[in-house]
């Protein structure tokens, strides 16, 4: 099954290096539904999974209340899906937000063919020849006439909307 995995480097590394960066695949984990506020913790995600807990000891609470069981079931078992769905999400967040930048996304089958692809598009960059960069800022056209055509009934691209 094809996933995504989306690579993050810490704030202000110079170089792409195997062990700085960190791949995580964007998608369900199954320790997170079945464990969540222990998979929170494993991930240095204290305050979620604080409220995870909380959350969880509501609804187990609620369940030995009569009347009040499918309440209490129902508590406890959306923090699970919740984290199993949102919880590879949080910890990209968690990251970007302490400084860590997101470098790249790769839609692969397995993580070691993602870090391949990452890693060998990388070494073409930093291996490359000097040649100089095309001129992607330059909106003009070769003859100095401005764009002003659409694609397929859409905004041009000539920076106006």
Do not use: C
């Not at 202000?12 to 290096?17: I, K, N, P, W």
């Amino acid at each position: 099954m094809t996933s995504s995995y989306i690579f993050l480097t810490p704030p202000g590394s110079a170089g792409t290096r195997l062990d700085e960066t960190r791949a995580i695949r964007d998608g369900f984990t199954w320790l997170g539904f079945l464990f969540p506020w222990i998979w929170l913790l494993a991930h240095r995600l204290w305050l979620p999974a604080g409220v995870a807990f909380l959350a969880q000891a509501v609804g187990g609470a609620l369940m030995d209340e009569p009347g009040l069981g499918l309440a209490g079931a129902a508590i406890a078992l959306g923090v699970n899906v919740l984290v199993g769905l949102e919880g590879q999400n949080l910890r990209i967040r968690s990251l970007a937000a302490t400084g860590w930048n997101e470098d790249g996304l790769v839609t692969a089958d397995t993580i070691g063919i993602a870090e391949d692809v990452y890693f060998s598009d990388k070494a073409n960059i930093t291996e490359s020849d000097g040649a100089a960069a095309p001129d992607w800022e330059n909106k003009t056209r070769p003859d100095g006439r401005h764009g002003h055509a659409t694609s397929l009934g859409l905004f041009g691209f000539d920076g106006g909307r």
